[in-house]
């Protein structure tokens, strides 16, 4: 497998627009995290899935930020509209048992955010 | 509320030497920590994972230990080489999510 992808891998956007993140991850897992990492708050996570039906968005900041996971080998975080404290490296990781079994996630690559 | 910390944000040893690093938790108790790898620019590799009725685990020259009492984990890397130099992370379960600590990012000196 070639384990969970993210895109796009950078993204440079002005304030105001429309951002989409996509993640695919690894057939057969039923769990699916979006994380945020940043030099001051580290990885937190915004949301997750489990079989394609998100169960905790606690974690997303606010009404400009929405996830969705319309299938099993695909998810999308937006932001709309986007502003410079949006600016991270946004993860995606993908989990066989979540957080009940064993837990290990696979991360992708990231998708570095910047928005001036 | 919980937290999850690391002890040092950087770590500097000498080649050859053991690698500690700390995570210490509180006002939760997880049910196990994980220890995971970030590269720059890279995601996160999980490396080990140690459940609170296990004292100690081992991977090659990583070992990881679970102290319930002082609510600690500990983080060894042996016979440290350059190539170990990375940011390390720890996690525990936290209800049905993930919590991860700071990092701490070790380098290993030639």
């Known amino acids: 497998d070639a384990g969970v992808i993210q895109s796009p891998r950078h993204e440079v956007t002005e304030m105001g627009q429309e951002v989409t993140l996509r993640c695919k991850p690894i057939s057969g897992h039923d769990y699916l995290f979006w994380y945020r990492q940043t030099m001051m708050r580290g990885l937190e996570l915004l949301i997750y899935?489990?079989?394609?039906?998100?169960?905790?968005d606690s974690g997303m900041p606010e009404d400009r930020f929405s996830a969705k996971m319309p299938n099993a080998s695909f998810s999308t975080l937006k932001i709309q509209p986007s502003e410079p404290r949006d600016s991270a490296v946004y993860f995606c990781?993908?989990?066989?048992?979540?957080?009940?079994?064993?837990?290990?996630?696979?991360f992708g690559e990231g998708s570095r955010l910047t928005v001036l | 509320s919980q937290k999850i910390e690391q002890n040092s944000e950087a770590l500097n040893i000498q080649e050859g030497k053991t690698a500690t690093l700390t995570c210490n938790y509180t006002?939760?108790?997880?049910?196990?920590l994980q220890w995971y790898r970030q590269d720059p620019g890279r995601g996160p590799v999980f490396l080990l994972l140690i459940r609170e009725n296990e004292k100690e685990k081992r991977k090659e020259r990583l070992k990881v230990t679970f102290d319930t009492t002082l609510k600690q984990s500990l983080f060894h890397i042996t016979a440290s080489q350059p190539a170990d130099s990375a940011t390390y992370l720890c996690a525990s379960n936290y209800g049905q999510n993930f919590v991860f600590g700071p990092g701490t990012r070790l380098s290993v000196l030639p």
């Open positions: 899935f489990n079989n394609n039906v998100p169960i905790d």
């Open positions: 006002n939760y108790s997880p049910a196990y």
């Open positions: 990781a993908s989990s066989l048992t979540g957080v009940m079994g064993t837990g290990e996630l696979f």
